[in-house]
């Protein structure tokens, strides 16, 4: 099973930036499959956020991130990372990431019992 430990949250004041980084907990081929990051708010669905394939081509974003979140990948040091810029108060989020996605479809499909600690996001004043 594909497992994930998240780092880089914190609390940032609305417009700040954070940069989350994403890297494998279990043994797997990591450059095999396309990584996304997901967030959950407290008594909200988790929801996709960017997705990324395998090679580090394709990235998708939802709507109210486009723009201002960038997805990356390193296939050598099997990290990926969100850069988050302009954030919200909306943004935040317990944050994870995952292989439960796909970029040219730009589909999500999260699965929260498949979830590590994720990384806490809080963007507020």
């Known amino acids: 099973q594909l497992r994930f430990v998240e780092s880089g949250g914190g609390l940032v004041q609305p417009g700040g930036s954070l940069l989350l980084s994403c890297a494998p907990a279990s043994d797997f081929t990591f450059d095999y499959y396309p990584i996304g990051w997901f967030r959950q708010a407290p008594g909200k669905d988790p929801e996709g956020v960017a997705c990324i394939d395998n090679s580090g081509v394709i990235e998708a974003y939802r709507s109210s991130v486009r723009g201002r979140f960038t997805i990356s990948r390193d296939n050598v040091r099997n990290t990926v990372g969100l850069l988050m810029t302009n954030l919200k108060p909306e943004d935040s989020g317990t944050y994870h990431c995952?292989?439960?996605?796909?970029?040219?479809?730009?589909?999500?499909?999260?699965?929260?019992?498949?979830w590590g600690q994720g990384t806490h996001v809080t963007v507020s004043l």
């Open positions: 995952a292989s439960e996605c796909s970029p040219s479809s730009e589909t999500w499909y999260p699965d929260p019992r498949n």
